[in-house]
């Protein structure tokens, strides 16, 4: 038995950052929408746990150092039980891009492996903090406020989301999250309202690392039919929302050539 979990690509529709938990993480303020198109995980029954990565970006992974292990192990370590799988990841995002990657993949593997270990999914929503701040939301792939580290969450039921043409690209720029956030200034600019009206508190640090994401957003701005354009996460994937799915299509033709896109949809 083969079976196999889509890991949605996650873009945050604004991300305020508020200052610093007791713990030393950064308090945010976010909102978190997900793509239908990302990685894939499949997964068969096994003797123990393994993991061969395939896909455009696949190159870039490690198979013995990743959270889809990391979240198959823990998933069953909390399950007590010895069950193995030997698991595919189709990689087709770029790592390090501030779409919730690594996140995603392990979100998906929880999902998976709850399935083919037919196990109580509350144990995947113990493990998933343990895992990451984004893979709570990951593992949820549904349009939700996250506050805190981004891994308190409630689900946000907004009509004008689901369905929206988006399209990201990437300047094929690795960005350590890290950094980034080593390098936001410490200003509270206030909390998330509308998330039209929000902002990403991470773009200027992100911008003083790899400049061309000024030349993203600058480039995705000027293209018709725009609604939104932001950089999600800690970037450098920057996003534009559109009125239409032909006036996405026609700056996902417009796109240079030397940088990553996908055209999508939100879920």
């Not at 029954?45 to 992974?61: M, Y």
């Not at 501030?98 to 593997?109: C, E, F, K, L, Y």
Request: glycine share 10%; with cysteine; aromatic share 4%.
């Amino acid at each position: 038995m083969r079976i196999s979990e889509p890991a949605p690509a996650k873009v945050n529709l604004a991300l305020h950052v508020r200052g610093k938990l007791p713990d030393g993480r950064h308090a945010l303020e976010t909102l978190f929408a997900f793509c239908v198109d990302g990685d894939k995980i499949e997964a068969e029954p096994a003797d123990g746990i393994s993991l061969a990565v395939k896909g455009p970006f696949s190159a870039e992974l490690s198979t013995s150092n990743n959270l889809v292990l990391d979240a198959a192990q823990h998933l069953a370590d909390a399950a007590g039980i010895d069950n193995g799988a030997s698991l595919t990841l189709t990689k087709n995002l770029p790592v390090a891009s501030g779409i919730g990657g690594g996140s995603a993949d392990a979100g998906a593997t929880l999902r998976l492996l709850t399935r083919l270990w037919n196990i109580d999914p509350a144990l995947a929503s113990a493990v998933a903090p343990r895992l990451g701040s984004d893979v709570p939301a990951c593992l949820l792939s549904m349009t939700a406020r996250g506050v805190g580290a981004g891994d308190r969450l409630d689900l946000v039921q907004d009509p004008s989301i689901p369905g929206s043409p988006i399209l990201l690209v990437n300047p094929l720029i690795a960005l350590s999250t890290r950094d980034v956030f080593a390098r936001w200034d410490g200003v509270d600019r206030g909390a998330l309202g509308d998330w039209r009206n929000g902002r990403n508190d991470l773009e200027p640090p992100a911008r003083a690392l790899v400049p061309e994401i000024g030349e993203l957003l600058n480039w995705l701005s000027s293209r018709d039919g725009v609604t939104v354009a932001r950089m999600s996460g800690s970037g450098a994937t920057c996003f534009a929302l559109f009125e239409s799915e032909a006036a996405r299509a026609r700056a996902a033709d417009e796109c240079p050539s030397n940088w990553w896109r996908l055209a999508s949809i939100l879920r």
